[in-house]
């Protein structure tokens, strides 16, 4: 006879662990260990004895107060840990929205943490990383095909600092051409990446901003209004962060070229033409993409991350430096380039997210980014369709349009109807175990949502994501109360932003936390 077997649940619910777990330095034991740490080569030692007396000023007076503990402890530790956490590899978080941490494969964890990579210091002798260079120059020649454009920099280690790199060699380019003094404006649109506005501000530019018209895109004739002598660059990203594609994109990088301004595109949302249309086809003259989103390396919740600067021909010259050259079949580090914009990071990138995006583009080759690509596109698609179908959610702009990889959404309607908000509905998605993203700016789309399902969800994801979301509106209608006290199941029931506002208040190490509240 079959055993009953239990019904399936309608919804799966996430119920936070909730462990008194000291931080590891409270439970260290003195003299416990868990690992014996590879001693040096003699060679070493000896070579080591010969600097005694140079090393010896920097020798420790005390050993460093490391936590000491077994191996099965730090292992029970951070499980414990990992259990108070709604990490990404726990759900569906296609709720991130254009901050995505999209799927990372795990056997590019193994490849990083090999001991040719891990034990590679970036002041060693160039002839002794000959391997970490090559796979620093391919990976800019793949990137340099995706784009289209003539050079790529690897040296900065994010998007946002891939942005500054790119007002900086705008700025450099126009200062060389003799129009620096001249040029003190640059152009972007709303729905564009606020980085771009901020670091054109942060150069000392006066920065326009187009806005949309009625069906979201980027108005061109307010471009041809806006644009003069003065203009030294539009910085637009494409498709923004509506999911909108302007294909008219040609036209707005004409209109700039047409007054000697340069184009600067802000590929964060590349996600979904990867393989179908490049920067060089628009006609731009520099580009970013975040290798921690669009090329499948960890975001690490703020870092690091690495950035991609690509650039034509004419912006050669002030690429960040150092870069990395192929002379012969030797790779060098060449700090050679009197114009270039100098050096935007430490050394020249971040190596582990670096050989992760490599071993992301050789796997998947140039038909599998467009498959990538596509399936973005068509799950971004058939999300769009069915978040439609829930009372009270809207896409503004370009109705009854696809969108490219991304929609930036509106509850305006449930918000009318019950007075629960974007942010309410995010936080009760988390009852669920789902990501629901709650910075959405700017907020020209009244109580916003962004969703973002990229290639890497199913059809079976997609469906039950938008089955919590289904369901928690209509509670917002149904059950009001339970939306604007969640959440109900995390080990922390309310965050006060105050704390999060105040960096008076911030300490993100022990050691500054003993420091600033503990007076140690």
């Not at 449930?414 to 907020?443: A, C, K, N, Q």
Request: proline share 7%; glycine share 6%.
């Amino acid at each position: 006879m079959a055993l009953p077997v239990a019904p399936k649940p309608a919804l799966r619910r996430f119920h936070q662990a909730s462990w008194d777990e000291p931080i590891i330095f409270e439970l260290t034991t003195p003299g416990e260990r868990g690992i014996l740490v590879q001693q040096p080569e003699p060679a070493s030692v000896e070579a080591l004895a010969l600097r005694e007396e140079r090393l010896a000023p920097l020798r420790r007076t005390k050993a460093p107060a490391l936590p000491e503990l077994a191996q099965m402890r730090v292992v029970r530790h951070y499980l414990r840990l990992s259990q108070e956490n709604l990490g990404a590899d726990f759900n569906i978080d296609i709720g991130q929205g254009t901050c995505t941490m999209k799927y990372s494969p795990k056997v590019n964890e193994t490849i990083i943490r090999t001991p040719k990579l891990m034990d590679v210091h970036p002041l060693q002798d160039e002839a002794s990383i000959q391997g970490v260079l090559e796979i620093f120059w391919r990976t800019e020649q793949l990137l340099a095909e995706i784009s289209g454009m003539s050079r790529v920099s690897l040296q900065t280690q994010g998007g946002s600092a891939a942005i500054w790199a790119n007002i900086a060699m705008i700025r450099a380019y126009h200062e060389a051409s003799g129009d620096g003094e001249v040029r003190d404006e640059v152009i972007t649109t709303i729905f564009s990446h606020p980085s771009n506005a901020a670091c054109a501000k942060a150069a000392g530019y006066k920065v326009i901003t187009l806005m949309p018209d009625a069906d979201g895109y980027p108005d061109i004739e307010a471009l041809r209004a806006a644009v003069s002598p003065r203009t030294a660059a539009l910085m637009i990203t494409n498709p923004e962060d509506t999911g909108i594609y302007n294909a008219k994109i040609r036209e707005f990088v004409d209109i700039v070229h047409e007054v000697g301004a340069l184009a600067a595109y802000d590929q964060a949302n590349a996600n979904g033409i990867l393989g179908i249309t490049r920067a060089s086809d628009a006609g731009f003259d520099l580009c970013h993409f975040n290798l921690h989103k669009t090329f499948s390396t960890p975001h690490a919740s703020g870092g690091p991350g690495a950035g991609a600067s690509c650039v034509s021909e004419k912006l050669v010259p002030f690429l960040p430096g150092p870069t990395i050259d192929k002379v012969g079949e030797r790779f060098v580090i060449n700090r050679d380039h009197p114009q270039s914009v100098g050096t935007v990071a430490p050394f020249y990138g971040v190596a582990p997210n670096v050989v992760r995006a490599y071993a992301w583009i050789m796997a998947l080759g140039a038909d599998g980014l467009r498959q990538a690509a596509e399936i973005a596109v068509l799950n971004n698609n058939y999300l769009l369709a069915k978040v439609l179908e829930i009372p009270g959610a809207s896409a503004p702009y370009a109705e009854g349009k696809r969108r490219i990889e991304q929609v930036r959404y509106s509850w305006q309607e449930l918000f009318e109807d019950t007075g629960v908000s974007s942010e309410e509905i995010g936080i009760r998605m988390s009852d669920f175990g789902m990501h629901y993203w709650t910075s959405h700016h700017p907020y020209l789309v009244p109580q916003p949502f962004t969703l973002e399902p990229t290639e890497s969800y199913s059809k079976a994801e997609i469906d039950e994501y938008v089955a919590v979301l289904a369901h928690v509106a209509n509670e917002a209608r149904t059950n009001p109360e339970i939306v604007r006290t969640a959440p109900h199941n995390q080990t922390v029931h309310h965050i006060h932003h105050d704390d999060l506002d105040d960096p008076a208040r911030w300490a993100i190490t022990w050691r500054a936390y003993q420091k600033k509240h503990l007076n140690n």
